[in-house]
Every structure is written in structure tokens, then in C-alpha cells.
């Protein structure tokens, strides 16, 4: 049966090199931290991966820093990390607020930021953020490291140029210019998958990102462009249109998650900062 664990088979890495050597050696292993979404498709399942690599003990990967310019989150910081970092909270508050909004206090102390951004799904509320920072993806093998821009990281639905010998170990976001916002929609505040979720940098260089309306995170450059050339609203918002290419799921139909998308674009760029 695919729920049950006793077919199942868990390396404990003391360190990052160790870990790196077990993917290199032992793999393919499937990297787990937080497990907040693994657990949901081992209790409903569907899990059918058997050997797993468990990261939650290097500390090292938990660490948020900066070097110049540039604010590094370690793949292992979890949502509670984030929110409590003053370093997030200057430099990248729109992170901290997509954190505010990722389940409730316990999945918030669990979930990590490298796995959601390794989960790969297309309504991942710190992907929009993300990809309107123009992140960087820090992968890591025993070979060495790459760094991959945050829109070339995703080739498809679930699908990243990650390869089985590397692991996320870091996020770089270099100083962002502009207002910062993000807005998610969905069922419930926190607790529930977003219908569409967006992520933006309000200025003379404007950074637009959604999710849940592709089968990956999407920039909608076009849109950044018309307004950044002085289009109205309006104008923007059906470039936006044009952009986005929603499904109807369980959660939502394609209609409503492209009338709340034009709907988040005015709100967020319209919105008065005082409030």
C-alpha cells in the first residue's frame, strides 16, 4: 500500500557534505525537511517515492544573511523564520507577508522555503515573490555549485532543473528598488490553497508575478513593460489577460481566477501604502 511507511527507507545526513555524498552515491533519494507536503500525499496515498533523505538537522542550510547587496535565506528557514527575521522584514517584507499567510502557526514552524519552492506547484505563495525579486536558486552537488535564475528554474508543471545530485541550499535576492506587495486569494486567509496569488514591485521598473493561473509561477513581462511605459490600468490589465492561461479545478474556475487577477493588479498597484 503506498501509505504505509515500513517499505520506506530514510537517510540522516550529519552534514551538508555527507548529504551531498548520499545523493551522489545512494540516490535517487527524495530530499525531505518540514514534510508538510509529503506527509499529505503519504496520508492520502499517493507517496510513491520509498527513499528519502532527511535535512531537518543542518542547521547550516537554516541560516538568513546578507553580503552586500544581497539577502540569502537558507533553504531549511522555515515561515516562522521568516517572519521573525529582521533582515527579511527590511529587504524583502513581501516575503514576510506571504509567510504570514501559509497555514496556521504549525505549518508555518515546519514548512521550509526550499521546499516549497521545490514542491514546484503553481499556487506556492512564496513563488510569486520570488520570481518578482528575480531570485536567485542556489543548488548545491558534491561537484559544486550553480546559481539558476528564479524563471529558469521551473520547466513545467512540478517540474525544475534541479538535478538528483543537487539540493536547494539557499535563496539570493539582491536590494529590491520599489514599493513591495503581495495578495493572496483563496477560501480561508491562511489554511487553504490559493485560487490566484500575486507578488509585486510598485515603481518606475515595475515586477509583476502570480500563480495558480499556469502550470508555473509566471512574470507577466508584457504587463511590466505597458506600465512601465506609462499604459493605464486598464491597459495592463488585459495584457495580463493575455498572459495568464488558468484552468478550472477543484478549487476555482478559469473565469473567476482571471477576474480576480485583473482585480489584484489594480488593487495592488493603486493601493495608498498609508493603509
Known amino acids: 500500500m503506498l501509505g ?9 545526513p ?13 540516490g535517487p533519494l527524495v530530499p ?13 496515498g499517493t507517496l510513491r517515492e520509498t527513499r528519502f533523505l ?15 547587496e544581497v539577502l540569502s535565506i537558507g533553504a531549511l528557514a522555515t515561515y516562522t523564520d521568516i517572519i521573525k527575521s529582521p533582515l527579511v ?5 513581501m516575503l514576510v507577508a506571504a509567510a504570514r499567510e501559509i497555514g496556521g502557526v504549525q505549518i508555518q514552524n515546519r514548512g521550509t522555503i ?3 519552492v521545490a514542491n514546484a506547484s503553481p499556487a506556492g505563495d512564496t513563488l510569486p515573490v520570488l520570481a518578482a525579486a528575480d531570485a536567485l536558486v542556489v543548488l548545491r552537488s558534491a561537484a559544486g555549485i550553480r546559481r539558476i535564475p528564479f524563471a529558469e528554474f521551473y520547466t513545467g508543471y512540478r517540474q525544475t532543473v534541479r538535478r538528483p545530485d543537487e539540493l536547494i541550499v539557499a535563496l539570493e535576492v539582491a536590494r529590491l528598488r520599489g514599493r513591495q506587495r503581495f495578495r493572496k486569494v483563496g ?3 491562511a489554511q487553504a490553497i490559493s485560487k490566484v496569488v500575486m507578488a509585486a514591485v510598485v515603481g518606475s521598473s515595475p515586477r509583476i508575478a502570480v500563480g495558480s493561473v499556469a502550470p508555473t509561477v509566471l512574470r507577466l513581462r508584457a504587463t511590466e513593460a505597458a506600465l512601465a511605459a506609462g499604459a493605464s ?7 495580463l489577460l493575455e498572459e495568464i492561461a488558468p484552468i478550472d479545478d477543484v478549487r476555482s474556475t478559469a473565469e473567476y481566477r482571471r477576474r480576480v487577477a485583473v482585480n489584484l493588479l489594480a488593487s495592488l498597484w493603486m493601493r495608498d501604502d498609508r493603509g
Do not use: H, M
Open 89 to 93: 522584514g527590511r529587504r524583502l517584507p
Open 54 to 68: 532527511d535535512l531537518w538537522r543542518l542547521s547550516t542550510l537554516r541560516q538568513i544573511t546578507t553580503r552586500g
Open 114 to 116: 526550499g521546499g516549497n
Open 233 to 239: 490600468i486598464a491597459e495592463a490589465q488585459q495584457l
Open 32 to 44: 525531505l525537511a518540514g514534510c508538510t507536503d509529503l506527509y499529505v500525499s503519504l496520508n492520502f
Open 187 to 189: 477560501t480561508r486567509a
Open 14 to 26: 550529519k552534514s551538508v557534505g555527507d548529504a551531498l555524498a548520499l545523493l551522489r552515491d545512494e
Open 4 to 12: 504505509l511507511v515500513s517499505n520506506r527507507q530514510l537517510f540522516e
